[in-house]
Nanobody, 118 residues
Framework: VQLQASGGGLVQAGGSLRLSCAAS????????MAWFRQAPGKEREFVAA????????YYTDSVKGRFTISRDNAKNTVYLQMNSLKPEDTAVYYC????????????WGQGTLVTVSS
C-alpha cells in the first residue's frame, strides 16, 4: 500500500490541525494504520493506531485526550485530529500501515511537518 500524508503546517500553541493520509494500492481496509512522529534530533516515535474497522484505537500517553485517530475506508484515508497542540508536538508526522498491532509498522508514507510555536 502506498501512503501520502498531508495537512501539516505552522500553528500556535493551543491550536489545532488535522492530518490526512491517503492510501492507494492494496485494499486499505485490510490494514491497521498508525501515525508516528519524529522531532528534530530525536528518534521516530509512535503516536496513535487504529484497527482495520475503526472500532479500536490506541494512543501514546502524551497525546491522550488531545489527539484523535480516525479512518474512512470508503475514501482510503486515515486522519489525525490534533487539538491543544504544544511546542513539543513539533515533528514530522508519518502515517504507516501496521505489520503488527499496535506499533510495528510495515509500510511508511512520506511525512508532513507540523510546527507548533509558543
Amino acid at each position: 500500500v502506498q501512503l501520502q500524508a498531508s495537512g501539516g503546517g505552522l500553528v500556535q500553541a493551543g491550536g489545532s490541525l488535522r492530518l490526512s493520509c491517503a492510501a492507494s494500492g492494496r485494499a486499505f481496509s485490510n490494514y491497521d494504520m498508525a501515525w508516528f512522529r519524529q522531532a528534530p534530533g530525536k528518534e521516530r516515535e509512535f503516536v496513535a493506531a487504529i484497527n482495520w474497522s475503526g472500532d479500536r484505537t490506541y494512543y501514546t500517553d502524551s497525546v491522550k485526550g488531545r489527539f484523535t485517530i480516525s479512518r474512512d475506508n470508503a475514501k482510503n484515508t486515515v486522519y489525525l485530529q490534533m487539538n491543544s497542540l504544544k511546542p513539543e508536538d513539533t515533528a514530522v508526522y508519518y502515517c504507516a500501515a501496521l505489520r503488527r498491532w499496535p506499533e510495528e509498522a510495515g509500510s511508511w508514507g512520506q511525512g508532513t511537518l507540523v510546527t507548533v510555536s509558543s
